[in-house]
């Protein structure tokens, strides 16, 4: 069974522009999260999508934002690049149940560098 | 407010040292509890978790971890450590759908 996978592994972008990060979950698993993980700050909850829907929030700017697809696929955006936007970004899917999303699966990350 | 604290942020051990890592969190509710282990140059991995029932929960490669209800405390532990136990561990609680991690602990294991 094939795991969490994210493209691309890394990128690098300059201050001012955007970035559109791409995660594939397990197969069957509908609910996919995003963590930001960082030396100073750790790994931080970004949002969490659940059949299209986005269930839950983090404490981020409006700049950095995500969409499910009917697929389960999911996508996170970056607008307006900071040089503090440069992360490790780590995509998790699990299969929800109830109120809560259970065990997570994660991808190896997406490593963004912003010059 | 939701937050976890791990106790150490390095920690440098010998082989076959045994190793206890602390977490402790502040939660209003019921919370479902993890350890994650990070190798180096590798994802995120389960290590263990809870959800209910007995409070001593066993996981891979031989850690184990405790709840402890009242003391919100879930540390980790393992009798006799190996070199491929060096990576960084991370303990989470996960409330209103998402998880909150702690700062993560590194192990360094020494041969």
């Known amino acids: 069974k094939a795991g969490v996978t994210q493209t691309p592994r890394y990128l690098i972008k300059t201050r001012g522009q955007q970035v559109t990060l791409s995660c594939s979950p397990i197969?069957?698993?509908?609910?996919v999260s995003w963590y930001q993980q960082t030396p100073g700050q750790g790994l931080q909850f970004l949002f969490e999508?659940?059949?299209?829907?986005?269930?839950n929030k983090g404490n981020f700017p409006g700049r950095f934002s995500g969409r499910q697809f009917s697929n389960s696929r999911s996508e996170m955006n970056v607008s307006t690049l900071e040089l503090g936007d440069s992360a490790l970004y780590l995509c998790?899917?699990?299969?929800?149940?109830?109120?809560?999303?259970?065990?997570?699966?994660f991808g190896e990350g997406s490593r963004l560098t912003v010059l | 407010a939701q937050s976890v604290s791990q106790h150490n942020h390095h920690v440098i051990l010998s082989e076959a040292a045994s190793l206890e890592l602390g977490c402790n969190y502040s939660y209003g509710g019921t919370v479902n509890l993890f350890w994650y282990v990070q190798y180096p140059g590798q994802h995120l991995q389960l290590l263990l978790k809870?959800?209910?029932?007995?409070?001593l929960v066993k996981g891979i490669k031989g850690f184990e971890a405790e709840f402890i209800k009242s003391k919100f405390s879930f540390n980790l532990r393992k009798p006799s450590v190996q070199w491929s136990d060096t990576a960084e561990y991370f303990c989470a609680i996960q409330g209103g759908g998402k998880l909150i991690f702690g700062q993560g602990t590194e192990l360094s294991v020494k041969p």
């Open positions: 809870y959800f209910s029932g007995d409070p």
């Open positions: 197969s069957g698993h509908r609910s």
């Open positions: 998790a899917s699990s299969i929800r149940t109830g109120g809560d999303t259970g065990e997570l699966f």
């Open positions: 999508y659940f059949s299209e829907t986005q269930r």
